[in-house]
């Protein structure tokens, strides 16, 4: 059996969507996701924690 589909809330998969699939920098995601600064940086924390994002360096992020 393969590994379960993360479960992820609206704004997880919300800002999953606006990284895309090319890595992209952190001001870039905050301005696309259109939310406070300090959240946004907080759920690409939780993400990269769970092994859906990864930060590159510069502050760039990518999925994982």
């Known amino acids: 059996a393969g590994a379960a589909e993360p479960v992820l809330d609206a704004s997880e998969r919300r800002l999953l969507a606006v990284i895309g699939a090319a890595a992209r920098p952190i001001d870039e995601i905050i301005r696309d996701f259109s939310g406070p600064a300090?959240?946004?940086?907080?759920?690409?924390?939780?993400?990269?924690?769970?092994?859906?994002?990864?930060?590159?360096?510069g502050k760039v992020f990518a999925r994982a």
């Open 38 to 57: 300090s959240s946004t940086a907080a759920l690409l924390t939780a993400l990269e924690l769970r092994g859906l994002v990864q930060q590159l360096p």
